[in-house]
Each structure stands twice: as C-alpha cells, then as structure tokens.
C-alpha cells in the first residue's frame, strides 16, 4: 500500500512537471541581458540583494510588501508587473515572503513564467516554506526541496560555516577561508531531482533543480542570529554577493531568446478592408487604433493621424489618445495641419497638448513660434516645454533653463511644514521639472545628464515616500484623515506619471551627450543612476554604434559592463 502511495506520489509530480513543460511557448520579449523581479518581504535586504546583482551584471525590478505592525492584517504589494510584464523577466526573487502576500493568481503566472523557462529563486526567512504557508501552493510544486510541515527554524548558536557541497555542480566564485557562519537554516530536504550546491556545516544551504523549462533555487539560509565576537555572519561576507548573484544568474539561464521578427506572429495587422477604411477616414474605432497602436507602421500612423486632425474631429479616436504611438512618424508635412488645428479654439486640452508635443516632433520650421506662445500659458506650458525639446532648435535652452529654474525654486519657496517639499513638488511643479530637464537633454544642453541623473533620483525617492505613507487607514467617519489619504494617492499616482516619463523617455541617447553619458556611466554606482542609465543604453541599440559602449564594457557597475558588452554584438531579435 505504501509503494502504491509513493509510486501514485511519483506519478503525479511526473505528470504536473510534463504538463509544465508541455503548455503553450511564451512569446517572450527581447532582452539583452537577464532582468530580475525582485519580490521583497521584511529584512530582504540583509541579503545584499542589490549588489548581488550588480556584481552579477543583473538588471532588475523591485516589487516589495509593505506590512504594519500597527494595522493587523494590512498587507499591500507594490510595483508588481501585470501578466503581460512578466515577459520581460529571466528571473523572480522572493525574498523572506508568505504566499499569502503574494496571492494564488500570482503564484499561478509565476507557476506559469518558471515552466516556460524563467527562473525562480526562494529565500529564507520567518514568512518561507512552512512559516509561510508555502504548502500545498505552486511553490511547493515548483522547488527543489520540500520542507517540514512544523513552523520551526532550528538556531545553532554556535553557527556552522557555508561552503561548497561535496556534489555541487556550480563553481561558487568564492574563497570560504574567512568561515561565513549561518545561525538559523530551514530544515529543507532536497527532491530526487535537486542538487545541494552548497552547505552550512552539514545542512543543505542553497539547492537548485528544474521545474519544466525553468530553473528554480532554494534558499535555506535565514538572514538572522548573532554568533560571538569574532564569528563572521555570511551576510557581512565580503564575497557574499558574488555567491548570490551566481544563483540568481544560474536561475535566469534557462529563459529562451525572444522569437526573430521572421517567426513572430504579426501584432496589430489590419485586414485589407479595415486599411481601406482607414485611408478613408471611415470606420477607425478605438479597437483599430489600439491594434494600430501595437505594431504601428508609416502607412498607418499616416492615416491614423489624418484620420485624428479633420476638422470635424477623429470622433471616438482623438489626438489626445493617439499622439504617442503618432510621435516616432512624425514629419515636416504635418506641422501645416498641426498648426492649423493648433490655431482653432477647441475645449480639448489633452487634444491640443498633443497636438503641441506632436507638432515639435514634426521639425515644422514654423513651430518654435508657437511653442515659444504656448509655454507661457500654465494648461499648456509642460506639453510646449516637450515639443521644444523634440523640435531640437538649441535656441529654446536658454528659455527652458530659465522655467526649469523658476520651478525649482517656486517648489523650495512654497514647502512648509504642513506641504513639506515632496508633497509641493508632487502636485505642483515636478511635472514642469521632469519634462524641461528631459527637454534640455534632448537640446544637447551640457549639464543636463547629471541633472537628468538627480531629478529622476528625487522621483523615485519621493514615489516611495508616498507609497509608505499611503500605508495608513482611516475610517470613513474621519473626513480629515480620508482628505489626507486621498492626498497621498494622488501624489503618488503624479509621481508615477513623471516616473513613467523619465522612463520611457530616457533614450535613444542624444548624440550631444553621448560624451557626458558614457563618463557618467563609467564611474555609476548609484543603483537608482544604473537603472536609468540601463533604460538609455537599452533604447539606444537602433540609433548609437556599437564601438559607442565599448569604454562601458569596463565600467565600475556589472550591470552597466554587461550590457555594453550585449549591446557591442547588436541588438536582439525583434
């Protein structure tokens, strides 16, 4: 009976991981270098999770749990990417997290990402394996190791020093001489098909193996314990990050290169008829434009955009929704109609700070005029600000610093104690900011990498401070606390939208700063700098020679090194 039970056991565990490997291919999305879904529970960052992966030349995303000791039952994920998103990952991280927290739709896409060939690494900690109810979960399915049903990690004071397993198949990057010592290690207990790759006195420490496609890392190791004077914690091991950033990139490894453009299926194609209607102007819904939107081509975003500027409207599909995807087509041909629209009156302010921004876009030798008239005016001064700087006429530098200088001391000069300087700049003048330093970058203006390089650090920062406050609840009966709830969301989704800014349009690197970026990039450290600078570079691998990175390739950041040396042999497939 009990052969039975463990041969059905087998039996089962073969199926599930048949069926992983069987399900349909993802389409991933290209990527240069490997890039890490960091998702964070408390103490994770005794893990030295960042230089890990800088060492390890590792781009990642930060989504992380915020839990309060003073409101029971208060848990809130943020940052975390939507189904879609989680194509551009070779690898997710959870650190010291419940699967609660993470919620059974997410552990199902992420069952999901690691069988088509992601990876997946599990840490250790009071909220892992049995303590946080990991059992009967895809991540029980998923791991190397099962665990013990009791939520205990037994301590030993003493510690037991890490070093390589007898059977391990990595070559840790380590010299163990300096004897790191773990104190508290999850009893975990490899499956068949797990390797112990490295141990702690003689308990499994860090376990790898296979689920599907993918490759998943489990972590016995807990980030807590004090050993005696003397006793070297293996968090405060010097060569910790390397052995860590090794996992991680071990994990990633598995996660196949995007499909060629040749074997993609097409996005976005319109059928013959649905592209006669739109050479016509007649039947463009929003469903076409969001197609068009998808895989935009010059004929489309032609006849898209004719169909937006009639004089009697584009009707559901305006400019204001379609200028973005109209940007990289803009030409000299459209300023005329540009500024014919621009010089109605129209109650659409969003169609008509498109059509600004747009109307830059175009060269349109006639636009700076009036750019020049629209950045005077508050409802359209941020889209002429973004216009001037895609018109690309050096003229305009002077007039941005001057708004950009007016709108930083305006921020310091209107905080007070009750709007201190996060909240102003949040509601008020970051958005002015954010775009006239984007401007001056792209106007090839001398400082603007380093003031780029900080206003983005200040958005960031500010961002997370709202997110935290944002963490306090309030009862419906207490209208000042709802107002000051209220207050904080806003900031934080306005900080958001000059983040998502800063973003997107962080390259294609102009040709004018190519010289400060390349020397600001050499020297970076900074992992807020790295994750812009790592946006530039990726959306540069079209319009920059590659010789450009090759000074990169020796950079102090692995992860800037990494991808310079990616971006020297070309892009990929798209």
């Known amino acids: 009976m009990v052969v039975r039970g463990i041969f059905l056991l087998l039996a089962l565990s073969f199926i599930g991981r048949a069926a992983a490997a069987d399900s349909p291919a993802w389409e991933w999305e290209p990527a240069l270098t490997p890039k890490a879904l960091l998702i964070?529970?408390?103490?994770?960052?005794?893990?030295?999770?960042?230089?890990?992966?800088?060492?390890?030349?590792?781009?990642?995303?930060?989504?992380?749990?915020?839990?309060?000791?003073?409101?029971?039952g208060y848990t809130r994920l943020f940052n975390m990417p939507s189904e879609e998103e989680m194509r551009q990952f070779s690898v997710i991280v959870i650190a010291n997290l419940d699967a609660p927290s993470v919620n059974p739709e997410r552990l199902k896409q992420i069952r999901e990402f690691v069988s088509q060939g992601g990876g997946?690494?599990?840490?250790?900690?009071?909220?892992?394996?049995?303590?946080?109810?990991?059992?009967g979960t895809p991540l029980e399915e998923m791991l190397p190791v099962t665990f013990p049903t009791e939520n205990r990690i037994p301590p030993n004071r003493a510690g037991l020093a890490l070093r390589a397993a007898p059977q391990a198949t990595w070559k840790l990057p380590a010299d163990f001489t300096a004897k790191p010592m773990a104190f508290y290690i999850q009893s975990l207990v490899p499956k068949a098909e797990g390797t112990v790759q490295l141990v702690a006195g003689d308990k499994p420490a860090i376990v790898s193996g296979t689920f599907g496609?993918?490759?998943?890392?489990?972590?016995?190791?807990?980030?807590?314990?004090?050993?005696?004077?003397?006793?070297?914690?293996?968090?405060?091991?010097?060569?910790?990050?390397k052995v860590m950033g090794q996992a991680i990139d071990w994990a990633a490894g598995a996660r196949p290169p995007a499909p060629d453009a040749s074997s993609r299926a097409p996005k976005g194609m319109l059928t013959e008829d649905e592209m006669n209607g739109l050479t016509l102007g007649t039947g463009v819904t929003p469903e076409i434009a969001r197609r068009i939107s998808e895989r935009p081509t010059p004929q489309t975003a032609e006849a898209l955009f004719l169909h937006v500027i009639r004089p009697e409207g584009g009707g559901k599909v305006t400019l204001a929704t379609v200028f973005r995807t109209l940007l990289p087509f803009a030409k000299v041909g459209w300023g005329a109609r540009l500024r014919e629209s621009l010089e109605k009156?129209?109650?659409?302010?969003?169609g008509r700070q498109g059509g600004l921004i747009l109307l830059g876009a175009s060269k349109d030798p006639e636009a700076y005029g009036i750019l020049r008239e629209a950045v005077q005016k508050e409802p359209t001064k941020d889209a002429a600000i973004e216009g001037?700087?895609?018109?690309?006429?050096?003229?305009?530098?002077?007039?941005?610093?001057?708004?950009?200088?007016?709108?930083?001391?305006?921020?310091?000069?209107?905080?007070?104690?009750?709007?201190?300087?996060?909240?102003?700049?949040?509601?008020?003048?970051?958005?002015?900011?954010?775009?006239?330093?984007?401007?001056?970058?792209?106007?090839?203006?001398?400082?603007?990498v380093p003031r780029l390089m900080e206003v983005h650090r200040r958005v960031r920062l500010f961002e997370r401070v709202f997110q935290n406050a944002a963490k306090r609840r309030v009862r419906d009966t207490d209208p000042t606390g709802v107002a000051i709830k209220k207050s904080l969301i806003e900031s934080d989704r306005q900080l958001g939208l000059m983040l998502g800014q800063l973003r997107a349009q962080a390259g294609p690197l102009p040709e004018k700063q190519t010289a400060a970026f390349v020397r600001a990039a050499t020297e970076a450290t900074d992992p807020v700098d790295i994750e812009w600078m790592s946006l530039v570079m990726e959306q540069s691998t079209t319009s920059v020679p590659a010789a450009t990175w090759q000074p990169l390739t020796k950079a102090r950041d692995g992860i800037i090194s990494r991808l310079a040396t990616a971006l020297g042999n070309g892009p990929p497939g798209r």
């Open 120 to 135: 997946l690494v599990v840490l250790g900690g009071y909220w892992a394996y049995s303590r946080g109810a990991y059992g």
């Open 388 to 448: 001037l700087g895609l018109l690309g006429n050096p003229a305009a530098i002077p007039l941005i610093r001057e708004l950009l200088v007016r709108s930083e001391n305006a921020c310091k000069a209107q905080a007070t104690e009750d709007e201190p300087t996060p909240g102003v700049f949040a509601r008020q003048h970051g958005s002015t900011i954010v775009v006239a330093a984007i401007a001056l970058y792209r106007l090839g203006e001398p400082e603007a």
């Open 40 to 72: 964070e529970g408390l103490w994770s960052d005794f893990f030295r999770l960042e230089p890990a992966l800088h060492v390890a030349g590792i781009g990642y995303r930060e989504a992380y749990v915020s839990r309060s000791p003073f409101m029971p």
């Open 345 to 350: 009156f129209s109650p659409d302010l969003e």
């Open 213 to 241: 496609k993918g490759r998943v890392v489990a972590f016995a190791l807990t980030a807590n314990g004090d050993g005696a004077e003397g006793i070297l914690p293996f968090w405060d091991w010097a060569q910790w990050p």
